[in-house]
């Protein structure tokens, strides 16, 4: 039996205020007309005579917790309660009647009127025996209409917290989350530890990176750069769902439940509070603010294609983001917004950006590389719209204003210049298709003397370290590195696919050959998945890449792969380089040990035959 009529006209009472505290209904935009979610239908569909709520005991928490964007006095938790594994056929609440449409079956859904009610609770201690204090603790409601998702907060600054979720009226819960706060802006914060992840792409491999830095348990917080979820489908033993290509609303939603299933990706959602950023994939491939590069926005590719303007994948990409992630919305009038920065005390700043789909100019998109060869220098380019450029300089001198000690940019792509090879090939589709938009940030830090920066990137499934460089611009000594403005960390994939083939030659003739071109650069190793940490100290910041051997199985293998300094006012990678040693790929002022392999021409088998050590 369910619960009466005159149990869900009683909840109906409370309702208002507990449907408005679960932010999900604010996903993407309250504000923007025809993508707010109607609460007052929804309210008026969950009162409805004949509905019935449903017993705990058809309900799940079927994907875990997570927490994210810490505050000092918030933090937002995140769950998943619902009747099925599924997500909801539903595609967009109409606005005026109860029917959902769904582009898949171009039907009409009715939404399921049956509105679930969550407790939650946030504790000091983990012990679940119900004796631990209760620090805050709120109720919320969740129906089809947001996927079952749950969003609450409500917390105090730099203090390790846990939390629960409760079916309304019952003992079933969700698992014990944990997470942590941020400091106050003008605390005195001896150190803090991010572990940053980049492409995460479920049918190519297991997430063994997330698992390792969760059981680790040896940063605060994680940062994702993007490429958290993929769009495209793939067959095997991860094969995907759905199992084509996403487009509609529910497509996304499906990818990103799927993915929550993941127990690697689960753990450390549940161990440690996550600030991310989206790039291309949680969307399409090489994106940009009109199109991706297997969608135009054409009247022939809207016929002939899936019949999704790029607009309304747009749209659905954003709505199960925000969904299905815990993070806030920046600017509710702005759906689209995702940059947006964290205060972390004196220590450091956190700002990070949106390259991708806020508001880039055209993106290299397979066919078009010739024409962004030419425009690649056109002052007009951007990759982030002027209203995310001049907040980001603003940040950028506001954060040098108020004496925070480190600038960590988190950003999706390399910004460093990287000649791919000796004709002086550079990328279309990173900072290198944006010079302008690169030389004007470098001009703003140097102008304004604002040090101390640390640019982090994803995006490329390789580790590149770099000093940061102003290359005929401004004078920069390689062996010294003087004259760079700060370093640049971009880390490998999760579990994207790096350089093909084994460690040698193919990935470490490739490592050498991008060391010896590039003068500012000085590591790179693109063989090992995994991910890095960085440790933020007032005297220095320093950063531990680990490479994970290999994601065709689960496991917890993992190799220390090279570690780098920055010590505070020298605005560049400390020397000796990494102490001079590094376990792969290649290391300028250093020595690495390479794998050294041969092929057995009629199997094609690789064979390990020895190592040896290459200094270059
Ligand atoms: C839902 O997912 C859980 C966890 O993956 C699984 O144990 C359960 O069998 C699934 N339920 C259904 C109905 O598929
Ligand atoms: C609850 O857990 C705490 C901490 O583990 C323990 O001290 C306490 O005795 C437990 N209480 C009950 C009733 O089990
Ligand atoms: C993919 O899923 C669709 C819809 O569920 C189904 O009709 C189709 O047969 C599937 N294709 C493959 C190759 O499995
Ligand atoms: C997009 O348009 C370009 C230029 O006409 C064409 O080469 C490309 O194949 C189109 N892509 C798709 C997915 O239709
Ligand atoms: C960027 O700066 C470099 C170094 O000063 C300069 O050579 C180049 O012309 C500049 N390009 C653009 C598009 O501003
Ligand atoms: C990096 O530093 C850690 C901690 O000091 C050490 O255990 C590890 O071996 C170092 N890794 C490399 C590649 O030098
Ligand atoms: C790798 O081992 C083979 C066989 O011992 C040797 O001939 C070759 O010189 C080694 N490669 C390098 C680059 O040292």
Known sequence: MRFSLAYVTLLAATAAASFEGNLNYESPSRRHAGLGIDVPLVQRRSWKRGNVAYKPEELSFTHGVASGDPWPESVILWTRIAPSNGSDASEVTVKGTSALYNHETEKYVKADPNPICLDWKVFKSKCGN?????????????????????????????????????????????????????????????????????????????????????????????????????????????????????????DYRTRHGQYRTDPDLQLLSKTHPWITTWDDHEFANNGYRDGFSALNNTEDSFLKGPKVTVDTRKVNAVRAYFEWMPIRQADLDDGLRIWRSFQMGKLLDLIVLDTRNYDRSITSLGWNDHYIDLIR???????????????????????????????????????????????????????????????????????????????????????????????????????????????????????????????EPAAGDYARGMIKRNEEMMWQEGYYRGYFQLDVTPKEVTAQFFGCPSVATRNGWEIPLANFTVVSGEDHLHRPIAGGRAESGALRFGEVKHTNLTRNTETGEWKVIGFEKMFI
């Not at 997330?210 to 605060?220: E, L, P, S, V």
């Not at 982030?384 to 001049?390: A, H, K, L, P, V």
């Not at 938009?437 to 990137?457: C, E, M, P, V």
């Open 130 to 250: 119900g004796t631990q204090e209760v620090i805050t603790s709120g109720k919320a409601y969740t129906t089809s209409d947001i996927d079952y998702t749950v969003e609450a907060k409500g917390l105090k600054p730099l203090t390790k917290y846990y939390y629960q979720f409760t079916v309304c009226g019952s003992n079933k819960k969700s698992p014990m989350g944990r997470t942590k706060t941020a400091p106050n802006k003008d605390d005195d914060v001896s150190r803090l530890s991010f572990a940053v992840f980049s492409c995460s792409n479920f049918p190519n491999g297991y997430f063994n990176a997330y698992g390792n830095a969760a059981r680790k348990d040896k940063h605060d917080y994680v940062i994702h750069l993007g490429d958290y979820i993929y769009e495209t489908g793939k067959k095997g033993e991860r094969a995907t769902m759905p199992n084509g290509t996403i487009f509609t609303l529910h």
């Open 377 to 503: 220098d056109d002052p007009a380019r951007t990759l982030m719209g002027s209203r995310q450029e001049n907040w980001f300089y603003k940040s950028l001198s506001e954060s040098k204003d108020r004496g925070a000690a480190w600038r960590l940019v988190g950003n999706q792509i390399i910004f460093s210049r990287i000649f791919s090879n000796d004709k002086g090939a550079l990328s279309g589709d990173n900072w290198n298709g944006y010079i302008a938009n690169r030389n004007r940030t470098l001009q703003h830090l140097y102008d304004n003397k604002i040090g101390n920066n640390i640019f982090l990137a994803g995006d490329s499934h390789q580790n590149w370290v770099s000093d940061l460089a102003w290359l005929g611009s401004r004078e920069y000594d390689m062996a010294s590195g003087k004259g760079a403005i700060g370093v640049e960390f971009a880390g490998t994939a999760v579990s994207s696919s790096g350089r093909a083939g084994p460690i």
